[in-house]
C-alpha cells in the first residue's frame, strides 16, 4: 500500500513502479504547493492511460450522482462517498480490483433530481472560473435574464447569500471544479 501527496505523485508511482491492483482518487479539489493540482477525473484518465488494467476507486466528498458519473466516464470502476462506512468502501475497492462497476449505494439513482441543475452547475462554473454574467449568457447561448434566473434558482438550492457564496458552497460540496 502507498500514499501519495498529490494525484501527479501517484500517476508517477503507477506509471515508474506499476504492478498496483487497485486506485483510491480522492475527488476533492486540492491545491498543491505550487498551484492547482489536476483535477480527480483528469487524476482518473491519465491512471486509466498509464494501467490500463488498474481498478480505480473515486472517493467522493458526498453520495451524489453528477460527482459518480463523472468519475466513472473518466474511467473509475467505483464510486464511494466519505460518508460510506468501510464496509462499502470494502466493496468498492473489490469490485474495482475484479474490473466489476460498483456505485455507492447511498449516491441517488439515475433520473433523480441533484442538488443542481446541470445548466445552474454550468453557470456557477462559469462564474468560479471569473466569467461575468455578461461573458457567462455569451458563451452559453442565453439571455443575460436568463442566466440571473439560474443563479437566483442556484442561490435558493444552495442557501447561498450571493453569488461568491454560492461558488464557494459549489466548489467545497464538489458541484463544480
Known sequence: ???TSSREEAIDLVRDIGDFDVAIVDMRWRQSGAGASISGQEAIRAL???SAALGIV???ERPERHI???ALQAGASA???RTAGP???RRAVDAAAAQESFVDPAVPPKGSRGKLTRRQREILQRLADGE???V???KLDLSEETVKTHMKNALARLGAKNRSHAVAIALRECLID
Open 58 to 60: 473515486a472517493h467522493g
Open 132 to 134: 461575468s454574467t455578461t
Open 87 to 89: 464496509a462499502e468502501l
Open 136 to 138: 457567462a449568457a455569451r
Open 48 to 50: 486509466r492511460r498509464t
Open 68 to 70: 459518480a458519473n463523472a
Open 79 to 81: 464510486y464511494v462517498s
Open 1 to 3: 500500500m502507498h500514499e
